[in-house]
């Protein structure tokens, strides 16, 4: 079992839909857990942490789910410029230093 | 945060060839690190660099490989060594930045490495 596990895609959704996306986590011992945005042809950056009690960002929404081992995504109102790969991202305090697995990503396509 | 810069941004090289990638941050950080991504596919830790000592290496990557430097608490150089067309991927060079108590991690822009 992969270590970070998320569904590939494409989804491709409308404009001014909702979307969701599931990471799952093998590690019960994850500490801490992120969200990145990655652009075709750029570098990942840091959409947001997500919290053990929920976080909010606009239009973004970020839960953890320890029990299941599974962290969620979700974009309201979806923007074309929301097209991009979603990396979720989990850290193990490895020895005293932070062990990062990222997943393969997931990728969103928003449509006219 | 923390700003991030590589070079070169892309290059095209032949097997059996080196390639030095530089990675410069705009602060001091404790923790730097190289990552690959081959299309399609995750980032992958190649690993960690260890500013005064030799950096740590993950399963799969070896320093004969892999040299890195880290003279400085803000550069650090990734050497893709004898190359092979395997080789072709993007490498990212992250540093590790403690923000409201979470490890969050920023990116430098990456080099693209064609191997023919």
């Known amino acids: 079992r992969k270590e970070v596990e998320q569904d590939p895609g494409p989804f491709n959704v409308p404009e001014g839909a909702t979307v969701a996306f599931n990471c799952t986590y093998s590690n019960s011992a994850s500490q801490s857990f992120f969200w990145y945005r990655q652009d075709c042809r750029k570098e990942p950056k840091l959409l947001m942490s997500v919290y053990s009690s929920g976080n909010e960002d606009g239009r973004f929404t970020a839960q953890l789910n320890r029990a299941s081992q599974y962290i969620s995504l979700l974009i309201r109102d979806s923007k074309l410029s929301d097209s991009a790969t979603y990396l979720c991202v989990v850290n193990v305090d490895s020895g005293g230093y932070q062990k990062v697995t990222f997943g393969i990503g997931t990728k969103l396509q928003v449509i006219p | 945060s923390a700003v991030i810069s590589q070079k070169p941004s892309r290059d095209i090289c032949q097997r059996g060839t080196s390639l030095t990638i530089q990675c410069q941050v705009d602060?001091?950080?404790?923790?730097m690190f190289w990552y690959r991504q081959q299309p399609g596919q995750s980032l992958t830790l190649i690993a960690t660099?260890?500013?005064?000592?030799?950096?740590?290496?993950e399963s799969g990557f070896v320093i004969d490989k892999f040299p890195i430097s880290r003279p400085n608490l803000t550069f650090s150089t990734l050497t893709v060594s004898n190359m092979s067309p395997e080789d072709s991927s993007i490498y990212l060079c992250?540093?590790?930045?403690?923000?409201?108590?979470?490890?969050?991690?920023?990116f430098g822009p990456g080099t693209r490495l064609t191997v023919t």
């Open positions: 992250s540093v590790e930045v403690l923000e409201q108590g979470s490890h969050e991690q920023y």
């Open positions: 660099a260890n500013q005064g000592s030799e950096a740590t290496y």
């Open positions: 602060s001091q950080v404790t923790m």
